[in-house]
């Protein structure tokens, strides 16, 4: 008869695809269950931490969820940071434990049901007579909530026989937040009457925009307003006309693109949550700028708002363009008068630095002439963040994967790759990490290389210190050498787990991506540029936390 580990694989099998993890004596029965009785896909990464970032990367690629799986205790544990980034990012996933068995705890057992509520997650447990249905519960939680939730087997029950498994019934989710009280709509009609009599309307757009597929119906809205449009960054490519596109808001943005933001009239914010780097800490808007946001939080999220509209943005979105159509409104003519190609232009960069080695805005800019069209770019954090964002475009916002920035972490980028990788197997994936951060991550580079292959690539910038803290505290006159990394050829790590490696040091060595960009996937290697450059250049958005912090 099946056991219990076979209720959870078999009914996970039905909601899922893809299971990312690292077997030990807690999951080896779920593990043998999830090959053996059905056809999800399991990948082995190879640090804890590393499943949940797989299964995390894997659902802001796709939309789909995934799921992780660690044994208990240690293994357990080693997911805390990534537990807490998806929980702060509002990304669903299943985390799949082993966990002490019902007779009490072990001496190597610790409280998992309280670390993982801790970062925010909730746990629950399965048993012999419930081990299906508590997992459709779990999945139907973290669908439902947008958040993680950890499934916990514990050890003594994980092989017993539970009969016959049930069949799985399908997640019952809430509907889109509907704008139908009187209260909002009387909101609606206000926004319209203003967008439509403003001179310089501008529309901000986020990730929750995104995941309400907005996209189309802000696009008209756009239109019809004749607004000016830029995005966050995790929301960057979610409006259809890149024309009229300011690319996106806060540090990441072009100087004279975020100066133009300032002269807006009316400025409606669908699906961003308003944090301290989007809004320049306070400095994104002008004091006279009417502030609207329209959200699915119970209230506004930053100060500077001084209109609130609770609901779905994409029938928000609709509403305002119905409304402006009812009322005849005519485009501003704003838009057409201004030259985007001027005001998103980014610094060049002077090519090397006054220490010898490369500026990484010029870096950045060849790189991303070179890069493959249809892409994915996943991004570790830490100071080096903006460059991918500056100069990289991306398609839409499921085509730049950041894991970590939630919750303000690095070294979490190389499993990263492996769940974009099978999110996306179209599309090319290009990794962006630090020295720092890709140490941290080494583990799993091996994982980024053996699932992406040829479809993968890393981009390190390697500047021989942990860059943010440099250029933060070290200004401030704190000790230095904390900051500093010995410099590690990252080349020669690659190569060791069958990438090909290229040291670069000038612009030409660069070279070898365009050779390799050309070259037809399934003939080249995981390709890793390990670029040395400097970290005298800091990039717009660290200025900005520099002001705040001096």
Not at 351 to 376: F, N, Q, S
Not at 392 to 401: C, E, F, N, Q, Y
Request: charged share 20%; net charge negative.
């Amino acid at each position: 008869m099946p056991s219990v580990s076979a209720h959870v694989a078999i009914t996970l099998a039905s909601h899922l695809d893809n299971v990312f993890g690292v077997m030990g004596n807690g999951n080896a029965y779920f593990l043998d269950a999830l090959e053996r009785q059905t056809t999800v896909r399991y990948t082995a990464v190879r640090h804890e931490a590393g499943a949940v970032v797989a299964a995390d990367a894997h659902f802001r690629a796709s939309g789909r969820i995934a799921a992780g799986t660690t044994t208990y205790g240690a293994g357990f544990t080693n997911t805390l940071t990534a537990l807490a980034e998806a929980v702060q990012a509002h990304v669903p996933l299943i985390l799949v434990v082993g966990d002490e068995p019902t007779s009490g705890p072990r001496p190597w057992d610790v409280d998992q049901i309280a670390l993982a509520s801790a970062v925010g997650a909730r746990t629950y447990t399965v048993g012999r007579a419930d081990a299906a249905a508590t997992t459709a519960i779990a999945v139907e939680h973290a669908l439902a909530y947008k958040v993680p939730t950890v499934l916990a087997i514990p050890y003594d029950v994980a092989r017993i026989d539970a009969g016959p498994v049930p069949e799985a019934p399908q997640p019952q989710l809430p509907d889109p937040l509907a704008p139908h009280d009187e209260f909002t709509r009387s909101r609606i009609a206000r926004l319209a009457q203003a967008l439509a009599a403003a001179e310089r309307p501008f529309l901000l757009a986020g990730r929750g925009a995104w995941l309400s597929g907005a996209g189309e119906a802000l696009g008209e809205l756009a239109a019809a307003a004749g607004a000016v449009t830029a995005s966050t960054a995790l929301g960057r490519g979610v409006f259809p006309d890149a024309r009229f596109d300011l690319g996106v808001t806060g540090g990441f943005g072009a100087d004279a693109a975020m100066a133009l933001v300032r002269e807006a009239d009316v400025a409606v914010v669908f699906g961003a949550s308003l944090n301290q780097f989007t809004m320049r800490f306070g400095h994104l808007f002008a004091p006279q700028t009417q502030v609207v946001q329209v959200d699915i939080a119970p209230a506004a999220t930053h100060p500077n708002v001084g209109g609130f509209i609770r609901g779905d943005a994409r029938l928000v979105a609709r509403e305002l363009v119905t409304t402006l159509r009812d009322i005849e409104a005519k485009p501003s003519g704003w838009r057409e008068s201004l030259d985007f190609a001027a005001l998103t232009r980014h610094p060049d960069g002077d090519g090397v630095a006054r220490d010898g080695r490369l500026d990484p805005r010029t870096v950045a800019k060849r790189i991303g002439e070179l890069l493959p069209h249809e892409r994915v770019v996943v991004s570790d954090g830490g100071h080096f963040i903006g460059w991918a964002n500056m100069y990289w475009p991306v398609a839409s916002p499921d085509r730049m994967i950041m894991v970590g920035t939630a919750f303000q972490s690095i070294g979490l980028g190389m499993p990263s790759v492996v769940g974009a990788a099978l999110a996306r197997p179209e599309a090319t994936v290009v990794l962006t990490t630090g020295d720092g951060g890709g140490l941290m991550a080494l583990a799993d580079l091996e994982s980024a290389v053996r699932v992406a292959g040829g479809r993968g690539m890393a981009v390190v910038w390697n500047d021989a210190a942990y860059g943010a803290e440099v250029n933060l505290y070290g200004l401030k006159g704190l000790a230095r050498s904390p900051m500093l990394i010995p410099e590690v050829d990252f080349a020669a790590l690659a190569s060791a787990v069958g990438a090909e490696g290229v040291v670069v040091r000038a612009l030409d060595d660069l070279e070898r991506l365009h050779s390799w960009a050309s070259a037809p996937v399934d003939e080249r290697p995981f390709l890793l540029l390990d670029c040395r450059i400097t970290h005298e250049v800091i990039s717009p958005y660290q200025h900005e936390v520099i002001r705040v912090n001096s």
